[in-house]
């Protein structure tokens, strides 16, 4: 009998989105030949010419307040590394020749790692995983805002900051929104035992457990992989490699779970009182999160702004996959933090560092703000003059007054992808030319492309004369075309790798050059092969609703393999008392919640956990068989086919070669 992993890898990747590729193979080391070209270097020269980088009161600033900073690493139960704090240490001087000089900047700002004094009860621990910790002091104990990616840092970064600053309890958790690297390290900060019997206040904004545990389940597959180009998981820490997330360093890739939330924020504006201290919760959903609050503390005259703002233009589409953001909503939230919490003496942040002092505070606050309603407005001033997104993204220039602002520079999300973002958000990907209506698939495309070229040497002449000139971007749309045409031609992944280098060199976002960079590792060296550590996921996987899989299973039915069929089963949990009927038909599987229907094929009944074993692949036919958790009524064969039309994806499939 096929085994359920069909459909086991699909729910699985799909929580996690931003740690999705957890592996334990160390970064591949780069085999470039090419370190940065002539036109490599006149670009950083111009970079530096033209914009002010010495930028005293951030780098003052994200010193500002250092306690203690770690060393080593951090190791999970096996003894793998999951954190190294002193991976980055290469970052100290004047910019490399293979990094932008302002990405090399905000890479150096975000290597000042430690346990950091913020104000008067308010501490962040920075650098010990993508997100920061941030602790306030309330009048009992700890009231810990955000918990990092993994139960290892999260661990690793409570103990740091009680060895500085004393033993006291946790009294309060809070979660700002719903991505990943806010709440999976839960379990390293507190038990759910230790929540239920102290009472202690959990704090999320509405629809926080809905987001966070099925958050890209549908289509985690695809956005596991791009992940893995994404946050340069693959590319060795160097000055040829990873160097920074714009964000933050990188991602920790360790054990994730969650806490359900004991107080959910669900008006707009909502006041809490959390160990003595009033906390002011402004809900910003569809901002950077689908499910997301700020707040502010009045006694403390503190803004504590999540991911709504920070020291970097974010992303209103992100390029390992998401859905589109909305600019104007966010804009528009900036505009009403600015009405409550503009004078804020101290304004942190959930990553990068903290802004101090009301008129700095309020002018970073007007700056952000501005920057994402101009690009909202004139992606569609321009749009409506029939511009397309394309067009748009070469045409639009920040004024110098937010271009010089190095806060809302691109180092995360880009000016480029942000406006086609808007562009998205109200028109589609179509841009309306009748060409473009169904055009060829890639590989057809490159095939006619070739030989429209005169044939591969012709094609491949015209690449490295482009290469050879610094026309990279035009070298790589060439040169796409050959290796897809031909993904054996050693020499046009050559040609093709080198043009990556040299735009991941250039490139100020490190987004982009970790997509660049991955790109060429994987042409020189090959695709991804790795697994996944499945079993990383269970204290998570079993808050996650049981309709978000049964959603996942229909989304992995082989249509080809179901053509014609008409299966019925029963799905029964022993343990929740839920049942469901599952009906493939039409080439569709159809679920609904309901009682057993005696007409179905089969009944499969089985426990909650063993249903969850199965979704992490750690159970399979044998097991399905003879566990004492589960229990077969009806043909074992019908149940065999059913399992075995949902497809097995394994997250590994190709990008830069077809």
């Not at 985690?220 to 160097?238: D, E, F, I, Q």
């Not at 101009?374 to 110098?400: C, W, Y």
């Not at 909650?608 to 009524?633: H, V, Y």
Request: glycine letters at 8%; a negative charge.
């Amino acid at each position: 009998m096929e085994s359920p992993r069909a459909w086991a890898s699909l729910a699985l990747i799909g929580l996690i989105g931003l740690i999705s590729t957890a592996c334990s193979k160390a970064p591949t080391a780069l085999d470039t030949n090419s370190a940065a070209s002539e036109f490599t270097q006149a670009f950083h020269a111009e970079v530096a010419q033209n914009t002010d980088l010495v930028d005293a009161a951030n780098n003052a600033d994200a010193r500002k307040g250092l306690i203690a900073k770690p060393t080593g690493k951090v190791t999970n139960d096996a003894g793998e590394v999951i954190w190294d704090y002193d991976e980055f240490n290469f970052i100290e001087g004047k910019s490399p020749g293979t990094v932008n000089p302002s990405l090399w900047r905000q890479a150096s700002l975000n290597n000042q790692i430690g346990l950091f004094k913020v104000a008067d009860r308010i501490y962040q621990l920075r650098g010990f995983d993508l997100s920061n910790m941030t602790l306030i002091e309330g009048k009992t104990g700890w009231i810990v805002v955000d918990v990092l990616t993994s139960e290892e840092t999260a661990r690793a970064a409570m103990a740091f900051a009680r060895k500085h600053l004393g033993d006291k309890p946790v009294t309060a958790i809070v979660f700002t929104h719903s991505h990943v690297d806010h709440f999976g390290g839960a379990l390293g900060v507190l038990s759910a035992e230790q929540v239920q019997a102290q009472n202690i206040p959990v704090v999320a904004p509405v629809g926080f457990m809905e987001e966070a545990t099925s958050e890209n389940l549908l289509v985690g597959m695809a956005m596991a992989r791009r992940s893995v180009y994404m946050y340069g998981k693959r590319l060795p820490r160097s000055p040829e490699g990873l160097v920074d997330n714009g964000l933050g360093k990188a991602v920790a890739y360790g054990k994730v779970g969650i806490l359900p939330p004991t107080v959910v924020v669900t008006e707009s504006k909502e006041t809490h009182t959390l160990d003595g201290l009033e906390f002011m919760f402004h809900n910003v959903p569809g901002s950077e999160a689908p499910s997301e609050f700020v707040f502010y503390v009045p006694e403390l005259k503190a803004f504590g702004s999540a991911e709504l703002f920070g020291h970097t233009l974010h992303n209103i589409y992100t390029p390992r996959g998401a859905k589109v953001r909305d600019a104007l909503k966010w804009a528009t939230y900036m505009d009403e933090a600015i009405a409550y919490a503009g004078n804020a003496e101290v304004m942190f942040h959930q990553h990068n560092w903290p802004v101090w002092g009301s008129e700095n505070v309020r002018n970073f606050m007007e700056k952000q703000r501005d920057t994402y309603r101009f690009i909202h407005d004139q992606t569609v001033r321009h749009m409506n003059a029939g511009l397309t997104s394309a067009e748009i993204a070469e045409k639009v220039v920040m004024p110098h007054s937010l271009h010089s602002f190095l806060s809302g520079r691109g180092y995360y999300g880009t000016l480029s992808h942000n406006v086609k973002a808007v562009y998205q958000f109200y028109m589609g990907w179509f841009d309306a030319n009748p060409a473009n209506l169904n055009p060829l698939p890639p590989v057809e495309s490159a095939k006619r492309y070739v030989d429209l070229a005169g044939g591969m040497d012709s094609l491949l002449s015209k690449a490295e004369v482009a290469v050879k000139k610094g026309e990279y971007r035009w070298a790589a749309e060439l040169l796409k075309h050959a290796v897809y045409a031909d993904p054996d031609n050693s020499k046009a992944k050559t040609l093709l790798a080198q043009s990556f280098d040299q735009m991941g060199y250039m490139a100020e976002s490190a987004p982009w050059r970790n997509f660049y960079l991955t790109g060429a590792l994987e042409l020189r060296e090959g695709g991804y092969s790795e697994g996944f550590k499945r079993n990383m996921f269970l204290d998570m996987l079993k808050h996650t609703p049981t309709p978000r899989f049964l959603e996942g299973m229909a989304a992995a039915l082989n249509s080809e393999k179901a053509e014609n069929v008409d299966i019925q089963i029963n799905l029964v949990f022993s343990d929740t008392n839920e049942s469901y009927v599952l009906h493939i038909h039409n080439s569709v599987l159809h679920h609904k919640a309901s009682k057993p229907d005696p007409n179905s094929a089969v009944t499969l009944t089985l426990s909650k956990p063993f249903f969850l074993n199965m979704m992490t692949g750690e159970a399979g036919a044998a097991e399905l068989l003879f566990s004492d958790q589960t229990k077969i009524d009806g043909s074992t064969l019908k149940l065999g086919q059913f399992f075995g039309m949902l497809d097995k994806p394994t997250g590994n499939f190709n990008i830069v070669t077809p």
